[in-house]
């Protein structure tokens, strides 16, 4: 069972940026799309960013596009979210997620229900 660890969370000014990294436990991490999602206090987890295993698809919500670049190291078997011009509402404890099984080289998921596999999750806070 893949086990996957965030990292890079923090404290930030508006304006500012982080970040996040996503370790997986496991060589078989070039076999599957992978996606970001965060969630704020007293809301649904939703969908942030995904990418797929050759890195060569990506897609991002509406909220984060041109802002959050999504990118991954297969030979080192990390995610990462890189975050720029963050917004106080862009707080949220990020997770990253795998789907069940592997995928197609080019296909991307956004719905949370095509991921089962899920890091603990790390804290973005940003102050206005």
């Known amino acids: 069972q893949v086990q996957l660890v965030e990292s890079g969370g923090g404290l930030v000014q508006a304006g500012g940026s982080l970040r996040l990294s996503c370790a997986a436990s496991v060589r078989t991490f070039t076999w599957y799309a992978m996606g970001w999602f965060r969630q704020a206090p007293g809301k649904e987890r939703e969908f942030v960013a995904a990418i797929s295993r050759s890195a060569g698809r990506t897609d991002y919500a509406d909220s984060v596009k041109g802002r959050f670049t999504i990118s991954r190291d297969n030979a080192k078997n990390t995610l990462f979210l890189q975050m720029n011009s963050l917004k106080p509402e862009d707080t949220a404890v990020y997770y990253c997620?795998?789907?069940?099984?592997?995928?197609?080289?080019?296909?991307?998921?956004?719905?949370?229900?095509?991921?089962?596999?899920w890091g603990q999750g790390t804290q973005v806070t940003v102050s206005s």
């Open positions: 997620a795998r789907p069940p099984q592997s995928t197609p080289w080019t296909q991307v998921f956004t719905a949370k229900h095509q991921y089962t596999e």
